[in-house]
């Protein structure tokens, strides 16, 4: 980076040197050392993620105003320099790569530094006069990134819960709920490894993805209870150095008026800032979801596969022209995309259990990588899952007489005939018709093996389809 000339900048100093910092920039010494340092990957931190670390340093300055260690004056044009952020100021000064200093003390340092720069500016100070408010003793009083950044890992997955995933889990159970309801008398052909099997209703296999999807809800949401237990108050090893008596339980309770949500200090701290299981746990019930939504997507690209030369008993809706040279193709795009985003995340999770492995003693270094990949899983998901509901699953279209006609020409239907004539006699009927093309009813009929009354009632795909209890 090209250093700033004249007026343009400001002189700022740490305890490596003096440099010079663009006089508009918000961030200070430290960030920009952490620019210079990691030009990695161009990536940014997540907007959820610099939200999460917000709000614990509103929650901070707050409670370390209360308790007479920090200026009320400071306290206060801290919270309010952090509430400008989180509605949605300054955000092109959280600058620094997602892949950074271990532990994520450059990031840290960098929502540090905004803040105090601002609110040197609140009140009436100029920028980098860190005599007045300084990032390291005022901002980051009593806290240190080992005792920060778990935490704000554990608030941005949350965050990224409760206005993304969730909503969008939700809208997608209640669209694949709506198509039970509307198919629930389409008698379908089922398939056991690919092969013709006994017949259900297209509405089950609709109601089935419902239960599914929201028993992985269940899932998530118990997982995510984890997140809601604090290190916050550990600072550097756990053991709370230059923290007031009172603060850890303070700073819970403020920050989670701030979420209006339930917070609770750690029983722990030590426990609470090495261990990353809360983040393994959550992002595995995440892969868990992903798992079963790539067999969603690949179900519904198989019944919609064609339309001349696949099954296509069912129509996903059209949303785009689906070829750059075949005219008139349209592909079952949002299903495809859903399952390149559930890999996506599938190795997130991968890499998110090898950082997790990788704490020494005090600290974990690696959590920069599971910040990123756990909030980004989540939202990525969740988006995911926003789209596929609007734009493919409440359009979903059934061919009725797409999937009777082969239900009705399946050979799993005799089946149905075990208990009547047994499973040989059977499938020797079975081989008979697939050899000869002649009807499975025909067969029996010329076998003598049942009489023409007692096959028509056998043969009801209606009865065959029946779930227990739904009719
Ligand atoms: N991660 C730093 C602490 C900090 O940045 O606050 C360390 O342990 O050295």
Same mark, same amino acid.
């Given at each position: 980076?090209?250093?700033?000339?004249?007026?343009?900048?400001?002189?700022?100093?740490?305890?490596?040197?003096?440099?010079?910092?663009?006089?508009?920039?918000?961030?200070?010494?430290?960030?920009?050392?952490?620019?210079?340092?990691?030009?990695?990957?161009?990536?940014?931190?997540?907007?959820?993620?610099?939200?999460?670390?917000?709000?614990?340093?509103?929650?901070?300055?707050?409670?370390?105003?209360?308790?007479?260690?920090?200026?009320?004056?400071?306290?206060?044009?801290?919270?309010?320099?952090?509430?400008?952020?989180?509605?949605?100021?300054?955000?092109?000064?959280?600058?620094?790569?997602?892949?950074?200093?271990?532990?994520?003390?450059?990031?840290?340092?960098?929502?540090?530094?905004?803040?105090?720069?601002?609110?040197?500016?609140?009140?009436?100070?100029?920028?980098?006069?860190?005599?007045?408010?300084?990032?390291?003793?005022?901002?980051?009083?009593?806290?240190?990134?080992?005792?920060?950044?778990?935490?704000?890992?554990?608030?941005?997955?949350?965050?990224?819960?409760?206005?993304?995933?969730?909503?969008?889990?939700?809208?997608?159970?209640?669209?694949?709920?709506?198509?039970?309801?509307?198919?629930?008398?389409?008698?379908?052909?089922?398939?056991?490894?690919?092969?013709?099997?006994?017949?259900?209703?297209?509405?089950?296999?609709?109601?089935?993805?419902?239960?599914?999807?929201?028993?992985?809800?269940?899932?998530?949401?118990?997982?995510?209870?984890?997140?809601?237990?604090?290190?916050?108050?550990?600072?550097?090893?756990?053991?709370?150095?230059?923290?007031?008596?009172?603060?850890?339980?303070?700073?819970?309770?403020?920050?989670?008026?701030?979420?209006?949500?339930?917070?609770?200090?750690?029983?722990?701290? !030590?426990?609470?800032?090495?261990?990353?299981?809360?983040?393994?746990?959550?992002?595995?019930?995440?892969?868990?979801?992903?798992?079963?939504?790539?067999?969603?997507?690949?179900?519904?690209?198989?019944?919609?596969?064609?339309?001349?030369?696949?099954?296509?008993?069912?129509?996903?809706?059209?949303?785009?022209?689906?070829?750059?040279?075949?005219?008139?193709?349209?592909?079952?795009? !949002?299903?495809?995309?859903?399952? !390149?985003?559930?890999?996506?995340?599938?190795?997130?999770?991968?890499?998110?259990?090898?950082?997790?492995?990788?704490?020494?003693?005090?600290?974990?270094?690696?959590?920069?990588?599971?910040?990123?990949?756990?909030?980004?899983?989540?939202?990525?998901?969740?988006?995911?899952?926003?789209?596929?509901?609007?734009?493919?699953?409440?359009?979903?279209?059934?061919?009725?007489?797409?999937?009777?006609?082969?239900?009705?020409?399946?050979?799993?239907?005799?089946?149905?005939?075990?208990?009547?004539?047994?499973?040989?006699?059977?499938?020797?009927?079975?081989?008979?018709?697939?050899?000869?093309?002649?009807?499975?009813?025909?067969?029996?009929?010329?076998?003598?093996?049942?009489?023409?009354?007692?096959?028509?009632?056998?043969?009801?795909?209606?009865?065959?389809?029946?779930?227990?209890?739904?009719?």
């Amino acid at each position: 980076m090209s250093e700033p000339t004249g007026a343009d900048y400001r002189i700022e100093k740490d305890s490596m040197g003096e440099r010079q910092i663009p006089a508009s920039a918000y961030y200070g010494i430290q960030t920009l050392r952490a620019i210079e340092n990691f030009p990695i990957s161009g990536i940014k931190p997540l907007p959820t993620y610099v939200d999460a670390c917000v709000l614990i340093k509103k929650a901070t300055a707050i409670a370390n105003g209360e308790l007479g260690c920090i200026d009320q004056e400071i306290s206060r044009a801290i919270a309010r320099a952090a509430d400008e952020v989180l509605a949605g100021k300054f955000r092109d000064q959280f600058v620094v790569d997602i892949y950074q200093a271990g532990a994520g003390t450059s990031h840290h340092m960098n929502v540090n530094e905004v803040l105090a720069n601002r609110a040197l500016e609140i009140l009436g100070d100029e920028k980098g006069n860190y005599q007045r408010i300084s990032p390291n003793d005022d901002v980051n009083y009593g806290q240190s990134t080992n005792d920060v950044i778990p935490t704000a890992i554990r608030i941005g997955a949350l965050l990224a819960l409760e206005h993304t995933l969730y909503p969008a889990l939700e809208a997608a159970i209640e669209a694949v709920e709506n198509k039970a309801v509307e198919f629930k008398d389409i008698v379908k052909s089922g398939r056991t490894h690919m092969q013709d099997a006994v017949p259900v209703r297209l509405g089950e296999s609709f109601r089935a993805f419902g239960q599914i999807l929201s028993d992985h809800m269940t899932r998530i949401e118990t997982a995510s209870l984890d997140l809601t237990v604090l290190g916050l108050g550990g600072s550097a090893a756990g053991t709370g150095l230059n923290t007031h008596p009172q603060y850890r339980a303070r700073v819970a309770k403020i920050l989670s008026e701030l979420m209006n949500q339930t917070l609770q200090p750690a029983p722990h701290m !030590m426990a609470a800032m090495q261990s990353m299981a809360p983040f393994v746990n959550v992002s595995g019930a995440l892969r868990n979801l992903a798992q079963d939504l790539i067999k969603i997507s690949h179900d519904l690209r198989l019944m919609d596969s064609g339309p001349k030369t696949g099954l296509k008993e069912i129509q996903l809706p059209p949303v785009q022209p689906g070829s750059s040279i075949m005219p008139g193709k349209y592909n079952p795009v !949002m299903a495809e995309m859903t399952s !390149m985003v559930c890999f996506q995340v599938m190795g997130y999770d991968a890499a998110i259990a090898m950082a997790a492995s990788a704490g020494q003693l005090e600290l974990n270094v690696m959590m920069p990588l599971i910040a990123y990949d756990l909030i980004h899983s989540i939202e990525i998901l969740g988006n995911t899952i926003n789209v596929l509901a609007s734009r493919c699953l409440e359009g979903i279209v059934a061919n009725s007489d797409r999937t009777r006609a082969y239900a009705e020409g399946s050979l799993a239907l005799v089946t149905a005939l075990n208990t009547h004539i047994g499973y040989l006699n059977a499938a020797a009927v079975a081989k008979e018709s697939l050899d000869t093309g002649k009807s499975l009813r025909e067969i029996v009929l010329e076998r003598g093996l049942m009489s023409q009354e007692d096959l028509a009632k056998v043969l009801d795909l209606e009865k065959m389809s029946a779930m227990p209890g739904n009719g």
